[in-house]
């Protein structure tokens, strides 16, 4: 059987694992606070890419919470990993999005990298393909 006293310990040392990986995530490596958001309306309104050939390629897109009132509206700076993602997407479209801070912008406040995507309007297929 297991003493008590043992068995708090490794329940606070638990907590503080899971309290200290926390804060890391809210916090990122420059001690800047991170800021992460989900929204099943976003509206893209605009769709931006720039290429450095041979070096790099940035894609992003600026989008609002659909069901914010227009007074109160922000505007949100995106940027895509994945080109094949990036491509999918439409503007003037409604989202699913969640999204988390990479830095602090003049324009918009924080930048955001995109975490996950869906479009909540077509049909969603699931499972794993056949090919043949």
């Known amino acids: 059987m297991v003493k008590p006293a043992f068995r708090h310990g490794v329940i606070v040392g638990c907590l503080a694992f899971v309290l200290f990986y926390g804060i ?6 420059s001690g800047e606070i991170m800021q992460s958001f989900g929204m099943a309306g976003m509206i893209i309104e605009e769709k931006h890419h720039h290429i450095e050939p041979g070096d ?10 659909a069901y914010e009132k227009e007074a109160n509206r922000e505007r949100y700076k995106i940027f895509i990993e994945e080109a094949m ?7 003037g479209e409604q989202y699913m999005v969640s999204a988390s801070s990479i830095r602090k912008d003049e324009e918009y406040g924080y930048v955001y990298e995109l975490l996950q995507i869906a ?6 297929l699931t499972g794993s393909g056949r090919i043949k």
């Open 56 to 65: 790099y390629t940035e894609m992003w897109i600026i989008g609002y919470n």
């Open 85 to 91: 993602v990036y491509n999918l997407i439409e503007e």
């Open 119 to 124: 479009n909540q309007e077509q049909y969603q």
């Open 24 to 29: 890391n995530l809210l916090v990122g490596e």
